[in-house]
């Protein structure tokens, strides 16, 4: 093989060309939501793809068939069961091997060289993959706490692919998050016994950046879910309110700006430089871009006295 040819292929691992392929994907759906609906052909599938809760009221007409595929929104809290229980798993082989020199099992070790595992010599990537799989473990659970204690969910539906792209997405991310500990054959146990000596600014900025985009993220779904509560915490309906309040005085999906908050943090604590998780970053931000656009679409066309000066997704800008 060429030398040109070697290094393409170390650029482009296969989780990288995955992120990649998703980063696009959404960016061109955002695109096209951008683009006046007069200029383009409806196709009621490919909106009710796109589209999930209240935003499947708003744009064209759903197809009878369609609904033949829904599943309960409230279903979301599988999502971050699956989280809790894979990434778990894999916070827990990275213990093991850390501080127990136990070695990953054989077809953990396999698959993350398959999905392009780095070679990278430095033992402050350790600790990084080893913080940001904490911090991905930890933002697993406080949703699955929020969706069963927190979040009130109405009747809203998503679609099955929708439903299995979320069983799959966690799985993914810790595989890319994993897949950061070096494979040279190394003794990562001899860096675990020596962790805290591998601390970096980026790591403890890292930390803060996570803790305040998750303070601000819960508030949110605090607020969103007291929008269906009385004072004394019953939920007495499931219709939707203007929210107000935190993040929500300057956009209209602040916990979707918290969630690409949260991707940035890890991207800090990984030092900037990690190109997988960019492409992490790049995937989140269009996919959630596109969701808060709808969001707010949706809300300016349900209330006329919605706040004009709000954007749909970054603060005075979008």
């Not at 691992?13 to 955002?30: E, K």
């Not at 969910?153 to 810790?174: K, P, T």
């Not at 991707?263 to 269009?286: K, P, Q």
């Amino acid at each position: 093989m060429a030398p040109w040819a070697g290094a393409a292929l170390s650029v482009l691992s296969p989780l990288r060309a995955l992120w990649l392929t998703l980063a696009v994907a959404f960016l061109l759906t955002l695109l096209l939501q951008l683009v006046p609906p007069s200029l383009l052909p409806g196709c009621g599938l490919f909106q009710d793809l796109i589209r999930y809760g209240k935003t499947k009221q708003v744009g064209l007409p759903r197809p009878a068939v369609c609904r033949v595929f829904d599943v309960p929104k409230r279903c979301f809290s599988h999502f971050y069961i699956i989280s809790v229980l894979w990434n778990g798993f894999l916070l827990w082989c990275l213990t093991q091997s850390l501080f127990l020199g136990e070695p990953f099992p054989n077809w953990l070790h396999g698959l993350l060289r398959i999905l392009g595992a780095t070679q990278f010599q430095g033992g402050e990537l350790v600790l990084s993959t080893f913080l940001v799989l904490v911090f991905l473990w930890v933002h697993s659970l406080r949703r699955l706490f929020e969706c069963f204690y927190v979040s009130v969910f109405s009747n809203a539906v998503i679609h099955v692919v929708q439903y299995c792209f979320g069983l799959v997405y966690y799985i993914l991310v810790g595989l890319t998050v994993m897949s950061q500990v070096p494979m040279d054959g190394r003794n990562v146990y001899v860096i675990g016994k020596n962790l805290l000596m591998q601390a970096r600014w980026f790591h403890i900025l890292g930390m803060m950046m996570f803790i305040w985009s998750s303070v601000h993220q819960y508030k949110c779904h605090v607020i969103l879910g007291n929008l269906r509560k009385n004072k004394a915490g019953v939920v007495i309906h499931c219709n939707h309110r203007i929210p107000f309040g935190d993040w929500f005085e300057y956009v209209s999906s602040p916990n979707y700006l918290a969630e690409l908050m949260i991707y940035i943090s890890m991207a800090v604590t990984f030092g900037f430089h990690n190109l997988t998780w960019w492409l992490v970053v790049a995937y989140v931000f269009f996919s959630q871009a596109l969701c808060a656009l709808l969001n707010h679409k949706f809300y300016e066309s349900k209330f006329v006295s919605y706040p004009k000066h709000r954007k749909a997704f970054l603060p005075f800008l979008f």
